[in-house]
C-alpha cells in the first residue's frame, strides 16, 4: 500500500517540478517584460503551481505528518522550522503575484524584482520538495504500518483535483491559452486532473523505476 501513496507524492513532484521549469524557462525567455501573452503565461503558470501545491499535494504531506506526529522525534522537531517554510513560500507568491501586476503596468524596476521573487520561490520549492523525498517519505516508510498506509491512502482519495482550466506546458505559445469550464490537464504532458491521471508523457516521471510495479493512483495509466 505504502508504494502507492509513494507514488502520488512523487508524480505530484514531478507535476511540480516540471511546472515551474516551464515558468523559469518562459522568465529567461524575458518576452513578458513587455507583458501581454508571455506575462499571462507567466501568471498562470504561477497560479497554477500555488493551486496545485497548496490544494492538492499539501494535504497529503499534512496527512503523512499527522500520522507521525509523536513517532519521529526528528519530525517533531522540524515543525517549526516547516511552518516557517510554508509562511516564507506563501509570502514570496503572493509578492510575486503583486509584481506580476507591476510589470503589467509597466513600473520601472519590477521586471528585475519580479525575476529575483520567482528564482527565489523555485529554490524554496525545490529545497522543500527534496525534504519530503529525503526525510519525511523514508520516516513515513521506517514507522508507519500498513494500516496506517491504508489510512493514508483513503485520505489520499479525499483529496480532490481541481476542476479548473486547462494549462499548456510547452515553452510559451503565441498566445495564452485558458478555458475556465475545461478539466484541468496538462495537454502536452498527458496529466490530466479532474480525477485522471496519466503520465505517460511526464518527462521527469517517464521510466522511474519505483512506480513501474504500481498501479498509477485515480485510474491513470503507468509509465
Same mark, same amino acid.
Given at each position: 500500500?505504502?508504494? $502507492? ?5 512523487? $508524480?505530484?513532484?514531478? /507535476?511540480?517540478? !516540471? ?6 524557462? /518562459? ?31 499539501? @494535504?497529503?504531506?499534512?496527512? /503523512?505528518?499527522?500520522?507521525?506526529? &509523536? ?5 517533531? &522537531? ?27 503596468? !509597466? ?5 528585475? *524584482? ?39 491512502? /483513503? ?12 494549462? !499548456? ?16 490537464? *496538462? ?27 504500481? !498501479?498509477? @493512483?485515480? &485510474?491513470?495509466?503507468?509509465?
Amino acid at each position: 500500500m505504502h508504494r $502507492t501513496a509513494f507514488a502520488v507524492l512523487r $508524480t505530484e513532484h514531478s /507535476v511540480m517540478r !516540471q511546472t515551474f521549469a516551464t515558468l523559469m524557462a /518562459v522568465l529567461r525567455a524575458g518576452e513578458w517584460r513587455s507583458g501581454g501573452p508571455a506575462l499571462d503565461r507567466l501568471s498562470e503558470l504561477l497560479e497554477f503551481e500555488e493551486l496545485f501545491s497548496q490544494l492538492c499535494h499539501r @494535504p497529503k504531506c499534512d496527512a /503523512v505528518l499527522d500520522r507521525l506526529r &509523536g513517532r519521529s522525534a526528528r519530525l517533531d &522537531g522540524m515543525r517549526t522550522a516547516l511552518d516557517a517554510t510554508r509562511s516564507d513560500e506563501a509570502h514570496l507568491r503572493l509578492h510575486a503575484m503583486g509584481l506580476v501586476a507591476a510589470v503589467q503596468r !509597466q513600473e520601472p524596476g519590477s521586471d528585475k *524584482f519580479l525575476a529575483a521573487v520567482l528564482q527565489s520561490l523555485h529554490l524554496r520549492l525545490l529545497e522543500q520538495m527534496e525534504w519530503e523525498d529525503t526525510v519525511l517519505l523514508p520516516e513515513a516508510r521506517r514507522l508507519l504500518d500498513g494500516h496506517a498506509w491504508s489510512r493514508l491512502a /483513503v485520505q489520499f482519495e479525499s483529496v480532490p483535483y481541481p476542476a479548473a482550466a486547462v494549462y !499548456q506546458l510547452d515553452a510559451c505559445p503565441p498566445a495564452a491559452r485558458r478555458w475556465p469550464e475545461s478539466p484541468a490537464r *496538462f495537454e502536452d504532458s498527458g496529466f490530466m486532473l479532474d480525477g485522471q491521471l496519466g503520465f505517460d508523457r511526464v518527462p521527469r516521471f517517464k521510466g522511474d523505476g519505483a512506480f513501474a510495479d504500481s !498501479q498509477a @493512483p485515480h &485510474g491513470g495509466t503507468r509509465a
